[in-house]
């Protein structure tokens, strides 16, 4: 079946405490995503990357770090969580011509830092 | 002004009628535009996508494309109470930047 899949689903941790979300997909598509969805302000870019080795910064990428070493994985990584990070997380990706084709989400992580 | 615009909601529809949810955007060099539709607590799905201005007709539903106008809408004929959800509008800018509207949530009465 094709798929995004995110880990954990559910994170509850305490601030400063390094965290990694996982997503995969099994698409074999090239462009990939993060987004945050806050109460009001829909969905926010954090992060995407249009190939392997290639990265490039949202509109809040902040706080945030990913990495592309291979062509299905791109972890999100928070390396000092802070209360302002709590928030939906979700993971995408698209085939094609990458931005252009539709999107295809992940089930969301919905993380809480304290 | 923010990017992607939605009307803001809730809309309330009754069974049968037609939803009419709205989308303008600033960025005049946009060649990808998006409508999902998001149930609680789930992940965002593709309804439609328009790249060409007019319209494109799948089903119950119709995607409108104004580029002049800066504009995209999403008809929803014979709306349905499983219709009831939050719409998503999303528009690709430069490189591979995708942004998406605050939504619009959607209710259809029985």
């Known amino acids: 079946e094709a798929q995004v899949t995110q880990n954990p689903r559910y994170l509850i941790t305490v601030t400063g405490k390094k965290l990694t979300v996982t997503c995969s997909q099994n698409?074999?598509?090239?462009?990939m995503s993060w987004y945050r969805q806050d109460p009001g302000l829909g969905l926010r870019q954090i992060y995407y990357?249009?190939?392997?080795?290639?990265?490039d910064k949202g509109d809040v990428p902040e706080g945030y770090k990913v990495s592309r070493k291979e062509k299905r994985n791109f972890p999100l990584i928070l390396e000092s969580p802070s209360p302002n990070q709590t928030s939906l997380y979700f993971c995408?990706?698209?085939?094609?011509?990458?931005?252009?084709?539709?999107?295809?989400f992940g089930d969301g992580t919905r993380l809480s830092i304290l | 002004q923010k990017e992607v615009e939605q009307n803001s909601g809730p809309l309330s529809v009754p069974e049968g009628a037609i939803a009419s949810l709205n989308c303008t955007y600033s960025d005049r060099g946009s060649q990808s535009f998006f409508w999902y539709r998001q149930y609680s607590g789930k992940s965002p799905e593709l309804i439609m996508f328009?790249?060409?201005?007019g319209d494109k007709e799948d089903g119950r539903f119709t995607a409108q494309l104004n580029k002049a106008s800066q504009y995209v809408s999403l008809l929803i004929r014979d709306s349905q109470p499983s219709d009831s959800a939050t719409y998503l509008c999303a528009v690709t800018t430069g490189g591979g930047k995708l942004i998406f509207g605050q939504g619009t949530e959607l209710s259809v009465k029985p």
């Open positions: 990357s249009m190939n392997v080795e290639v990265t």
């Open positions: 698409m074999n598509h090239e462009y």
């Open positions: 328009i790249y060409s201005n």
């Open positions: 995408a990706s698209s085939g094609g011509t990458g931005v252009d084709q539709p999107q295809h």
